[in-house]
């Protein structure tokens, strides 16, 4: 098992920055391919970023590129969203997933923490 808890979120006007942790614990981390997905009320789970185990590749989805970075501290079991640039349309609340195996942009992660929420005021 794997636990993944989120922090950081928070309400943020347009134009500025929040910066997202995830902590993980239960195994070990840097085996785990991570990801950040978000969900707006009344749409589907959407992936933000993905990051491999090793952090030596990322991924972004097309609506957060530039703006958005990912990283991760394998000695520390953390990853980071840096959300630059946001805008109201990034309101949602944000979730880590961990995976093992092949990285994905799907939500076919094995693990989830329970979410952040975040808010862009216009």
């Known amino acids: 098992q794997v636990q993944l808890v989120e922090s950081g979120g928070g309400l943020v006007q347009a134009g500025g920055s929040l910066r997202l942790s995830c902590a993980a614990s239960?195994?070990?981390?840097?085996?785990?391919?991570m990801g950040w997905f978000r969900q707006a009320p009344g749409k589907e789970r959407e992936f933000v970023a993905a990051?491999?185990?090793?952090?030596?590749?990322?991924y972004y989805g097309d609506s957060v590129k530039g703006r958005f970075t990912i990283s991760r501290d394998n000695a520390k079991n953390t990853v980071f969203l840096q959300m630059n640039s946001l805008k109201s349309e990034d309101t949602a609340v944000y979730y880590c997933a961990a995976k093992t195996g092949l990285v994905s942009t799907r939500d076919t992660y094995d693990y989830w923490g329970q979410g952040t929420q975040v808010a862009v005021s216009s």
């Open positions: 239960g195994r070990t981390f840097s085996n785990f391919h």
């Open positions: 990051i491999t185990s090793r952090g030596t590749t990322t």
